[in-house]
């Protein structure tokens, strides 16, 4: 028997796949909307109509659901409606339990859309194994969704114990894996039955693609239920999307790996930064959720952190016009929102979120890419300086 190639080997070479009519090793955009049928009215083909499948999704879901060591994947028109298909395949009256840190639109949807539809929805401190099972309702609770590390204070979640939890209450655990990637996390391994990711991010990796996906440990009910959703809602990713997602996912290995090797460089530096408050990042040994985050990320903590960025009240800057201030004053850095591309992004994350945000509004939130880790460092102590500086001239 061969031995199993590594998942390295499987994402560079998209499973090895070539096409059979012209030997091409990278795949047709197809962008057919219909299938012939057979004349004697049989579709053997098992492709009617291209809201419910396309053959652009075989190979991004085929990879990734070897990468997450799933049964089977689902690419989505974009993270949110991959993770609310999660929801909508519940039925109204079931109690869902999300975490309080976690990323802004879908915690705005489950306290709008999903409570309205008829969730009970309820918000724990998910770095928190005791408050997660505080929160189970027996015989009520049917999700619990993690997202980990969680936007944007970066907590972490333990997927082993929580998957506990929900199936000794009969429900199914949902991890939202964006920002760990299967390059460094596999919730599956550790017992979650649905991942997700906002595939716009490391995934697809350059900024140019919006994407979803979910991953299902077994073909179930609750999965059958989530494909049926997509292709009645259209929530579909586009033909070149996914050609996109595809091509995206070949380098996905090298890529997060180095974007994770700067990020941790980055963070002891910003650690010791004389007007650097705090540096929120997992694969920091004084972080909070740092031993949790060892046991279940291999090989790295991934590329994004927050900093805290210092006032100096004698000069009577506070700590929120300091941290708006570095991101006016950066250069190599992208002053933007989202995450997971290649280039490095920072973004002053309460303005963006708004009223009940949990981020300080001194936080600045750091994806970073993979340029020099030197430049990125340089570029922002002269910005941390700037901002400083400008205050008191
Ligand atoms: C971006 C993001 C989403 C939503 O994905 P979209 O593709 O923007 O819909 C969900 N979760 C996390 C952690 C994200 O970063």
């Known amino acids: 028997m061969k031995p199993p190639l590594s998942p390295e080997t ?7 796949w070539v096409d059979e009519t012209t030997r091409a090793v990278v795949p047709p955009i197809h962008l057919a909307t219909t299938y012939l049928r057979d004349p004697d009215n ?58 309080k840190v976690m990323y802004w639109s879908l915690r705005n949807w489950l306290m709008n859309f999903a ?30 969704w993690l997202e980990t590390p969680a936007n944007p204070l970066w907590c972490v979640s333990d997927i082993a114990a929580c998957a506990r939890i929900a199936h000794d209450a009969g429900a199914l655990l949902a991890v939202d894996s964006t920002c760990a990637t299967p390059v460094f996390t596999r919730p599956i391994e550790h017992g979650a039955d ?12 350059h900024s140019d693609v919006i994407a979803g996906a979910l991953v299902g440990a077994r073909d179930d009910e609750h999965w059958k239920r989530i494909r049926l959703i997509r292709a ?58 740092h031993q949790v985050a060892a046991q279940q990320m291999a090989g790295g903590f991934g ?3 927050s900093i805290r960025v210092k006032g100096a009240p004698a000069l009577n800057l506070s700590g929120e016009a300091a941290a708006i201030a570095v991101a006016a004053q950066v250069g190599v850095w992208k002053r933007a929102t989202s995450l997971g591309g290649v280039e490095s992004l920072i973004e002053h994350r309460a303005s ?12 600045l939130r750091l994806s970073v890419g993979i340029e020099a880790k030197e430049d ?18």
Request: with cysteine; hydrophobic share 50%.
């Open 10 to 16: 499987l994402a560079a070479q998209a499973l090895g």
């Open 42 to 99: 049989q579709y053997r083909s098992g492709r009617v109509y291209s809201r419910a499948d396309s053959p652009n999704y075989n190979q991004p879901e085929e990879l990734l659901a070897k990468l997450e060591g799933g049964a089977a994947a689902l690419v989505f028109s974009s993270g949110m409606s991959a993770a609310t298909a999660c929801f909508l395949a519940l039925a109204p009256g079931d109690h869902v339990i999300a975490p």
């Open 115 to 144: 409570t309205h539809w008829g969730l009970l929805v309820e918000f724990v401190d998910a770095a928190s194994v005791e408050a997660v099972r505080a929160a189970v309702m027996p015989g009520k609770t049917k999700m619990i």
């Open 194 to 205: 649905l991942v997700m990711h906002a595939a716009t991010k490391y995934l697809a990796g």
């Open 232 to 289: 009645q809602l259209g929530t579909i990713l586009g033909s070149l999307e996914s050609f996109l997602l595809l091509r995206g996912m070949r380098t996905l290995y090298p890529r997060v790996r180095t974007a994770a090797e700067n990020a941790q460089w980055l963070a002891s530096r910003l650690a010791a930064h004389p007007l650097v408050e705090a540096v929120l990042f997992p694969g920091l040994p004084g972080f909070a959720g």
């Open 303 to 305: 590329a994004m952190m």
């Open 352 to 363: 963006i979120e708004g009223a009940g945000t949990p981020a300080p509004a001194d936080l």
């Open 376 to 393: 990125l460092y340089a570029d922002l102590d002269q910005a941390l300086a700037a901002a400083h500086r400008r205050n008191t001239a």
